[in-house]
């Protein structure tokens, strides 16, 4: 049975950083974190190819949130470092197989590529 397990969400004061955790029941070839709050589209924040380990991020949170993956412990991690109110969403991790888009194959921030999602978790950033 295949599930995404978040955990690690809160409440930061602007500025601060929490760490987001994604565990995994399989071995997944694309991973990664989209948010989602009351007043924006769902947003995706990072995607992490297995393979190649290679990392995309959004343009809002570049230089401040970093993905990673721990393969032993099937985890996927958001590292989220100087947060803004902005910030505050219902992160979900999300996992899924290779796409192609634009010619390239790959792991990209498309909601559509991702099959299997988690519960979400809330952060809550505070001025």
């Known amino acids: 049975q295949v599930h995404l397990v978040e955990s690690g969400g809160g409440s930061a004061q602007a500025g601060g950083s929490l760490r987001l955790s994604c565990e995994l029941s399989?071995?997944?070839?694309?991973m990664a974190w989209f948010r989602r709050s009351p007043d924006k589209e769902r947003e995706g924040v990072s995607s992490l190819d297995a393979g190649t380990v290679s990392t995309s991020y959004a343009d809002s949170v570049k230089g401040r949130f970093t993905i990673s993956k721990d393969n032993t412990k099937k985890t996927l991690y958001l590292q989220m470092d100087s947060l803004q109110p902005e910030d505050t969403a219902t992160y979900y991790c999300?996992?899924?197989?290779?796409?192609?888009?634009?010619?390239?194959?790959?792991?990209?921030?498309?909601?559509?590529?991702?099959?299997?999602w988690g519960q979400g978790t809330q952060v809550t950033v505070s001025s």
């Open positions: 399989y071995d997944a070839t694309c």
């Open positions: 999300a996992a899924g197989p290779y796409t192609m888009s634009f010619g390239r194959t790959g792991c990209f921030l498309s909601p559509q590529q991702y099959t299997n």
